[in-house]
């Protein structure tokens, strides 16, 4: 079975502490894409990273940095300096390829950060 | 940049009519998704569409339809709807070329049914 468990439902931090978002996943398969997502008050899903299953590089993005542990089975996901703008709910999602057309979302952590 | 419009943003409808939710995608992405998206359950997948004219049942089909009759068009049907499909819509795309797997998102179309 595949699985995407987000365990922090809400987090509230104050502007410009550092916050991070866990993702655990689960799947059978040793080729695999993991994603984040960020969807604002708008609606809309901004995409915000991929990584496959075989680059296990962290990745920084200005004040977003990715950390994708493969013997933990997690990608988490930090925002540096956090500021009123980042408020959102972030979704990671898990994309395998025995299921090449179905992504697996997680139930998303909704980051309020309070000025 | 990938664009993904969705043709309302907002839509209030009335038990028993038939619902037209339209989804374009201008960067000639094969596959394109239909979700619906509600608080504590998150995103479900309705149907999505492999190419033109193909379409596959998601996790919750019942009650809706689907037609792809262009690639850059994806269209979720509601024949008749019911107050359980208040809901937010979600269409997103994706290119299978070159191993892509990322979907894009449109901005969502939040239907109220009365």
């Known amino acids: 079975a595949q699985k995407v468990t987000q365990a922090q439902t809400e987090i509230s931090v104050v502007e410009k502490e550092d916050v991070t978002l866990d993702c655990v996943y689960e799947?059978?398969?040793?080729?695999?894409?993991l994603f984040w997502y960020k969807q604002p008050p708008s609606g809309e899903l901004v995409f915000l990273i991929r990584r496959n299953s075989f680059d296990e590089q962290n990745e920084i993005s200005g004040r977003y940095s990715w950390n994708f542990q493969k013997s933990t089975s997690s990608f988490n996901f930090t925002i540096t300096a956090s500021q009123v703008v980042d408020s959102a709910v972030y979704f990671c999602a898990l994309s395998a390829t025995s299921g090449t057309y179905k992504y697996i979302f997680g139930t998303g952590t909704r980051l309020k950060v309070l000025a | 940049d990938v664009k993904v419009t969705q043709s309302s943003r907002y839509l209030v409808k009335r038990t028993g009519e038939k619902v037209f939710l339209e989804c374009v995608q201008d960067?000639?992405?094969?596959?394109m998704f239909w979700y619906r998206q509600d608080p504590g359950l998150g995103l479900r997948l309705i149907y999505f569409?492999?190419?033109?004219?193909?379409?596959e049942k998601g996790d919750i089909p019942e009650g809706y339809s689907v037609s792809r009759e262009k690639k850059e068009r994806f269209s979720l049907i509601l024949e008749s709807a019911s107050t359980n499909q208040t809901s937010m819509y979600l269409c997103a795309s994706r290119s299978t070329k070159g191993g892509g797997e990322t979907q894009y998102f449109g901005p969502g179309t939040r239907l109220l049914v009365l």
């Open positions: 569409s492999y190419d033109v004219k193909m379409k």
């Open positions: 960067m000639d992405h094969e596959n």
């Open positions: 799947t059978r398969d040793t080729t695999y894409y």
